[in-house]
């Protein structure tokens, strides 16, 4: 069965001090790897999707690489505004949905 | 990116009574979309995957008369919580892909439903 793992739980950083969120994965099959920034009461937005091991996309602050095994995604210099729950998901070569994991909430103290 | 869009986002209701949630793809056809669930920082669990024209596909565990989904059209779905329960209480949330043709993998989401049952 697919699974997704995701760590930290909730990570607090200050202002303009960089750091990494961590998504392990198995999957029979990787067709893709999903990245989603969450505000409170909302739904997730999407940032990033990753097909490959050695794949790296980077959008503002963020940066993303996946590997066969897990994902990270890099954020340099965060800013409060960056606060928020970050969700790694996976689909699997012939399925049409994703697993979610259970996220990292990032906290940026100004 | 592609706009899906929700309705309503929040509701309350009795207990035993029934809500309806929408679904609507705004700029392109889905002909598939996607229902998940999701509890107090918890992560989003899938319910069911909507089909236009033909019956959901639900998840191991969910409850296909208590959570009915209707995918009458390319750009709605709606899910319906019959005679809900102070247990049902979550956020639901839709989605679905792109239709641009050409395949990216990534979902699109709507904004999210709060349900309170008293």
């Known amino acids: 069965e697919d699974q997704v793992t995701q760590s930290p739980e909730a990570l607090r950083l200050q202002e303009g001090e960089s750091s990494s969120l961590n998504c392990s994965y198995t999957?029979?099959?990787?067709?893709?790897l999903f990245w989603y920034r969450q505000d409170p009461g909302k739904g997730p937005e999407f940032l990033f999707t990753?097909?490959?091991a050695g794949e790296e996309k980077e959008k503002e602050r963020l940066k993303a690489t996946l590997t066969k095994k897990e994902s990270f995604l890099h954020i340099t210099a965060p800013k409060p505004e960056d606060s928020a729950t970050y969700l790694c998901?996976?689909?699997?070569?012939?399925?049409?949905?994703?697993?979610f994991g259970a996220g990292t909430r990032l906290t940026v103290k100004p | 990116g592609a706009v899906v869009s929700q309705h309503p986002s929040r509701v309350i209701c009795k207990s035993g009574t029934s809500v309806k949630i929408e679904c609507r793809s705004l700029?392109?056809?889905?002909?598939?979309m996607f229902w998940y669930r999701q509890f107090p920082k918890q992560s989003l669990m899938l319910m069911a995957t909507?089909?236009?024209?033909?019956?959901?596909?639900?998840e191991q565990g969910v409850e296909k008369d208590k959570f009915l989904i209707n995918h009458a059209s390319l750009t709605l779905s709606t899910l319906t919580v019959t005679s809900a329960h102070p247990e049902d209480s979550s956020f639901y949330i839709c989605?679905?892909?792109?239709?641009?043709?050409?395949?990216?993998?990534?979902?699109?989401f709507g904004e999210g439903s709060r349900l309170t049952v008293l």
């Open positions: 989605s679905a892909r792109g239709g641009s043709g050409v395949y990216t993998g990534e979902l699109f």
């Open positions: 998901a996976v689909q699997a070569n012939g399925n049409n949905d994703m697993r």
């Open positions: 700029d392109f056809q889905a002909t598939t």
């Open positions: 999957v029979s099959g990787l067709r893709g």
């Open positions: 909507s089909n236009e024209g033909s019956k959901a596909t639900y």
């Open positions: 990753l097909y490959s």
